[in-house]
């Protein structure tokens, strides 16, 4: 995992957390094979980022930068399926969420693996997605890299990836 100057094919691999349970070897697995396709050229590089389970459905939401910076990426996402008339749910799904204090809010269910797609700092993938009534895993995709057969998506501008355009309201650094 090396560091990016926005060149070349680069991958992020988002992830709940590192457990090394679940198919095909769980999301260490997923680790280990974008290591084995980056050392076989088949991308550039690759990063693994850890976020939670929740999001918050919008900006003013978030309260926090690392909250407005999932909201953004989530933002360039929908953006990325809507251009390609794709659907990121059910993996990505907005629904109410009860408080412990009884407050009821929206927030953004997140899945417990996304793989993000960038060539030359365009976004040109986003998985899990679904294609009409079929869905795109991430293992799956991940195969289809190793293989050659990535596919051609409509590709969506990004900006840097951390780049936040304005600070969120109330936000502590």
């Known amino acids: 995992m090396s560091g990016s100057d926005g060149a070349g094919t680069r991958v992020e691999l988002y992830v709940r957390s590192l457990s090394a349970t679940g198919p095909r070897g ?16 088949r991308i550039d590089e690759f990063e693994v980022r850890v976020w939670g389970r929740r999001a918050p459905a919008s900006r003013e939401a978030a309260r926090t930068t690392p909250g407005a910076a999932v909201h953004e990426r989530l933002a360039a996402f ?3 399926a809507d251009d390609n008339d ?13 408080s412990l204090v009884g407050d009821r809010s929206r927030s953004v269910e997140l899945p417990a693996a996304l793989l993000a797609e960038y ?3 365009d976004l ?12 795109r895993t991430v293992p799956e ?11 051609s998506y409509a590709a969506v501008e990004y900006p840097e990836p ?6 969120v309201p109330g936000a502590g650094e």
């Open 162 to 167: 951390g780049a936040l355009r304005e600070p």
């Open 141 to 151: 995709r991940i195969e289809r890299i190793g293989d050659g057969r990535r596919g």
């Open 119 to 121: 060539d030359d700092g």
């Open 78 to 80: 929908r953006e990325w």
């Open 86 to 98: 794709l659907s990121l749910a059910p993996a990505v799904d907005e629904r109410a969420v009860d």
């Open 124 to 135: 040109t993938c986003v998985t899990p997605h679904a294609d009409g009534g079929t869905v």
């Open 26 to 41: 769980g999301r260490s697995g997923l680790v280990k094979r974008l290591g084995a396709l980056e050392a076989e050229g």
